[in-house]
């Protein structure tokens, strides 16, 4: 598994030794408002690094699992995915709160496009998110990821929503739209 480096970040393989950064973000409940899974029990934080080690050693990967590590201090702020079928993937991520708003999110979907689109040969890449989870789709925005679609009660509502269910909003990206976009920028 290829590591991804941007200007801040680095994006590597999963560590067990990653277990109390991951743990710190993937186990409070307001790091995970619009998620459908967590808050995470230890053992399901340990379940997610075992599963995230093997897809990392699996030949060839289909599976990307980035761990999000800040250049200046080594620090695991997050996570990042590229799950592959066929010439299509789809892409999602977190981020510990405390890293919200400044720019780390867009900076590692941007590497992941590009590692999808230039090292992959990849046609489609494609995110989803809860309609009301505004820092995510902005994201998908800001990397150039175009609106396909809105699923009206298309999966079950946000943790912080009285609701049953909730709108997600599905993005896409083809190659073509990627390298036009590299021409023009």
């Known amino acids: 598994m290829r590591t991804l480096e941007t200007e801040r970040l680095i994006l590597r393989k999963f560590q067990e030794s990653d277990f109390a950064a991951v743990h ?3 186990s ?4 995970l408002t619009y998620l459908t899974w967590g808050p995470n029990s230890e053992e399901n934080t340990k379940a997610f690094l075992a599963f995230a080690i093997a897809q990392a050693e699996e030949a060839p990967c289909t599976n990307y699992q980035y761990a999000a590590v800040l250049k200046a201090n080594d620090q695991l702020i997050g996570a990042i995915n590229l799950t592959l079928s066929g010439r299509e993937a789809e892409t999602g991520w977190i981020l510990h709160k405390a890293y919200w708003n400044q ?10 496009l590009r ?3 230039h090292y992959l040969n990849l046609h489609r890449i494609l995110a989803h998110c809860d309609a009301e989870n505004i820092g995510s789709y902005r994201v998908m925005e800001k990397i150039g990821m175009r609106r396909e679609g809105v699923f009206l009660k298309g999966r079950p509502a ?17 190659k073509e739209e990627w390298e036009a976009r590299k021409i023009i920028t």
């Open 28 to 31: 409070r409940a307001d790091n």
């Open 158 to 174: 946000h943790k912080g929503s009285e609701k049953e269910y909730g709108d997600e909003l599905s993005y896409a990206f083809l």
């Open 24 to 26: 710190s973000y993937a």
């Open 103 to 112: 720019g780390y999110g867009t900076e590692m979907a941007a590497a992941v």
């Open 115 to 117: 590692f999808g689109f």
